[in-house]
């Protein structure tokens, strides 16, 4: 176990990390050294075992096996604690608990802090609902999502455009800082869908490259939200409309 850490104490890069993965892997090849002579041992026992010395064989086998294995686990944490001894001291410990002492020095604590990165990245709401995270990129250039199987497109107008392997694109705007509204859907196929929102952000039209229409009215609740009262369709040969009725139920809508 390490020492506990205090005011004043050094910190800086070791090769703890490097230590562990060799330790590992030399720990791993005795282990397995071990494992073959046992079980070669193991074998000839059992293949002596009418001549009258298969029981020491399997007795020695049973031996290597256990000595082999401590050998392991020792040459594993002698070389651990070998890259984390390793300390190239880069500075030391300022602050530290104003009531915990530990040999006469206050202890060392870890608390909750904010940081500022100015090499901010995007965060998009895939239609899954997920939320994926991308690197800020430049105009004119895009980066890859591996887990959403997507790229991000900044492109040479300011704007965004977020494209899956099936070619569906999802449109917005300029970095502003407000969030940014979807304004279109496209695909593959030349099939658009145009979208526009009010000052509120709320959803007012849908457009499609057909020349559908779905428009969106609000109404107003008792106590000042805002919610969804009906959606109508114009379509070039006949309008509908779809109306939403309020429920009472108590709390808030």
Known sequence: MGEAARVGDAIGHSHALAGMIGG???GGLIAAAGAVAAGALFVAGLAASCVGVGVLLVGASLAVGYLTGELATKARDGIAEAGAGSLTPAGKILTGSPDVRINGKPAAIATVSQVACDQ???VWRAPSGDYVSFPMVPCGHKTYCEAEKCWLMHNSDGSWQVFDVS???W???ALSDEPGRLQMMTDLAGNAVSLFHDDHGRLTELVDSAGQRLACRYLT???GLSRLSMVLLHTRMASCRWCTTPTMR???W
Do not use: F, M, R, S
């Open 24 to 26: 590992t892997i030399v």
């Open 120 to 122: 901010d990245g995007l």
């Open 167 to 169: 070619e569906q694109a």
């Open 171 to 173: 449109h917005y705007p």
């Open 221 to 223: 609740t008792a106590n």
């Open 250 to 252: 108590k709390g808030n």
